[in-house]
């Protein structure tokens, strides 16, 4: 069968066979049967140029033996006359013309579909990284939108639970303090759980196995980073913003930011003040690690450079340095991101890693080259430049090479290695 199983042998080829001479011999082998049946093993997944049953049959044969050293033309011998050799040929092209559309996808041609990418009114950060890291991808997951048929990975719900309980936390502040210190640590804990559980309740998470393993881990990392707020002790800055939203949307705080010709929306986690109107983002990743300041451009990673913009223009505060926290990371625990050299002191208790603290000028010039990066990548977006482009530029790691965890290979049909089960899991901003 179609699949390569044994079928049984069907009982109309005995039927017609006793209608034809001479009869077969019951003993022996049936010579009529032998010059009328064509044997193929599975190897074998076209006919041979010389036994195509049909034109389509035989152009499949004639592309499939194309360069296999035959001395003559295949469409020479099997199909000599011009009006075959024409169909045959016509055939070909075709599927040449087919081939080539499906291994480059892009640019874009159709002006509907431009036209549509061209009224995009704000773009925000995760879309950008997501175009950036590959355009294809992008396109597929952010335009097609093709419904996946497995349920979504667990770090992807983890991250929903674990980023509105920390909001609603924050916005609570048990014990009365802005942060959890020492003395109100239990307090932030046991109003945690209690949030825990009735996020998860909100979210249609029920009794299933797999649905309660993610909220004891959710629960399980919520403690673990309540407790290392808590060891860090007091400070000058201070959650100010939470889930702080700028954009088109009736519920955001701010407009829009304008950059370059394009807009930028998006929701901030949270950003911490200090008294004298500097300001530090915070971003959480339900992930195992986080991009160094020297690795932002070679991760796909704008989205706190552009929202250190935004507090600057949209808020008026002046942003010393923003951060990623990576909820699920065993080892390396320190936020990684940037932050300006001249106020690092105050921040020595996250643990700072010294490659990410910068001088002043390097600082402003990371700001830049994200602006920069992202004005071209909406350049793009509206040109309709899609194209198979996994990874950053040429010249950095990973430089067209497939994220482990992207799952349209059947879509994109870009040949890659096999990637371990494990290594699938993304992170996730999800909300």
């Given at each position: 069968?179609?699949?390569?199983?044994?079928?049984?042998?069907?009982?109309?080829?005995?039927?017609?066979?006793?209608?034809?001479?001479?009869?077969?011999?019951?003993?022996?082998?049936?010579?009529?049967?032998?010059?009328?049946?064509?044997?193929?093993?599975?190897?074998?997944?076209?006919?041979?140029?010389?036994?195509?049953?049909?034109?389509?049959?035989?152009?499949?044969?004639?592309?499939?033996?194309?360069?296999s050293g035959v001395t003559?033309?295949?469409?020479?011998?099997?199909?000599?006359?011009?009006?075959?050799?024409?169909?045959?040929?016509?055939?070909?092209?075709?599927?040449?013309?087919?081939?080539?559309?499906?291994?480059?996808?892009?640019?874009?041609?159709?002006?509907?579909?431009?036209?549509?990418?061209?009224?995009?009114?704000?773009?925000?950060?995760?879309?950008?990284?997501?175009?950036?890291?590959?355009?294809?991808?992008?396109?597929?997951?952010?335009?097609?939108?093709?419904?996946?048929?497995?349920?979504?990975?667990?770090?992807?719900?983890?991250?929903?639970?674990?980023?509105?309980?920390?909001?609603?936390?924050?916005?609570?502040?048990?014990?009365?303090?802005p942060l959890p210190r020492?003395?109100?640590?239990?307090?932030?804990?046991?109003?945690?759980?209690?949030?825990?559980?009735?996020?998860?309740?909100?979210?249609?998470?029920?009794?299933?196995?797999?649905?309660?393993?993610?909220?004891?881990?959710?629960?399980?990392?919520?403690?673990?980073?309540?407790?290392?707020?808590?060891?860090?002790?007091?400070?000058?800055?201070?959650?100010?913003?939470?889930?702080?939203?700028?954009?088109?949307?009736?519920?955001?705080?701010?407009?829009?930011?304008?950059?370059?010709?394009?807009?930028?929306?998006?929701?901030?986690?949270?950003?911490?003040?200090?008294?004298?109107?500097?300001?530090?983002?915070?971003?959480?990743?339900?992930?195992?690690?986080?991009?160094?300041?020297?690795?932002?451009?070679?991760?796909?990673?704008?989205?706190?450079?552009?929202?250190?913009?935004?507090?600057?223009?949209?808020?008026?505060?002046?942003?010393?340095?923003?951060?990623?926290?990576?909820?699920?990371?065993?080892?390396?625990?320190?936020?990684?991101?940037?932050?300006?050299?001249?106020?690092?002191?105050?921040?020595?208790?996250?643990?700072?890693?010294?490659?990410?603290?910068?001088p002043e000028e390097e600082?402003?010039?990371?700001?830049?080259?994200?602006?920069?990066?992202?004005?071209?990548?909406?350049?793009?977006?509206?040109?309709?430049?899609?194209?198979?482009?996994?990874?950053?530029?040429?010249?950095?790691?990973?430089?067209?090479?497939?994220?482990?965890?992207?799952?349209?290979?059947?879509?994109?049909?870009?040949?890659?290695?096999?990637?371990?089960?494990?290594?699938?899991?993304?992170?996730?901003?999800?909300?």
């Amino acid at each position: 069968d179609a699949n390569g199983a044994a079928e049984a042998r069907s009982p109309l080829i005995d039927e017609v066979r006793r209608l034809l001479d001479p009869p077969p011999d019951p003993e022996g082998t049936d010579p009529v049967e032998e010059a009328i049946t064509v044997r193929r093993d599975l190897a074998q997944v076209v006919h041979r140029v010389g036994e195509a049953p049909s034109a389509d049959e035989l152009a499949r044969a004639v592309a499939a033996c194309s360069g296999s050293g035959v001395t003559a033309a295949p469409l020479d011998l099997a199909a000599p006359d011009g009006e075959t050799r024409a169909g045959v040929e016509a055939r070909l092209a075709a599927a040449a013309d087919a081939e080539e559309a499906s291994r480059a996808p892009g640019p874009l041609s159709s002006s509907a579909v431009l036209a549509a990418l061209r009224e995009v009114p704000a773009y925000g950060g995760t879309t950008l990284e997501e175009f950036d890291l590959c355009s294809y991808r992008w396109f597929v997951d952010h335009e097609l939108q093709p419904r996946p048929l497995d349920p979504l990975p667990d770090a992807i719900v983890q991250g929903g639970v674990m980023h509105e309980v920390l909001n609603r936390l924050y916005s609570e502040r048990p014990g009365g303090d802005p942060l959890p210190r020492p003395a109100s640590l239990a307090a932030w804990v046991d109003r945690g759980r209690e949030l825990v559980t009735a996020v998860a309740e909100e979210r249609a998470l029920g009794e299933r196995p797999a649905e309660r393993a993610i909220r004891r881990r959710v629960e399980r990392l919520l403690v673990r980073f309540l407790g290392e707020e808590a060891e860090r002790g007091g400070g000058v800055f201070e959650p100010w913003l939470l889930e702080a939203k700028f954009g088109d949307d009736p519920e955001s705080e701010q407009p829009a930011l304008e950059i370059g010709g394009w807009r930028l929306h998006g929701a901030i986690d949270r950003a911490d003040r200090s008294p004298d109107g500097r300001a530090l983002i915070h971003d959480y990743k339900m992930a195992g690690s986080a991009s160094p300041a020297a690795k932002l451009e070679e991760d796909a990673k704008l989205q706190l450079q552009l929202y250190m913009l935004a507090v600057r223009e949209r808020w008026g505060l002046n942003p010393i340095g923003a951060l990623y926290h990576p909820l699920r990371a065993t080892r390396e625990r320190s936020p990684r991101g940037l932050v300006l050299k001249d106020d690092a002191a105050d921040l020595a208790a996250y643990g700072l890693v010294r490659t990410d603290v910068l001088p002043e000028e390097e600082f402003e010039q990371h700001l830049e080259e994200a602006r920069e990066r992202a004005g071209g990548i909406v350049a793009r977006m509206r040109a309709g430049e899609i194209d198979r482009d996994p990874g950053p530029r040429a010249g950095l790691r990973n430089h067209d090479v497939c994220p482990s965890y992207c799952d349209f290979a059947p879509i994109c049909r870009r040949e890659r290695p096999p990637v371990a089960e494990e290594d699938q899991e993304p992170e996730s901003d999800e909300r």
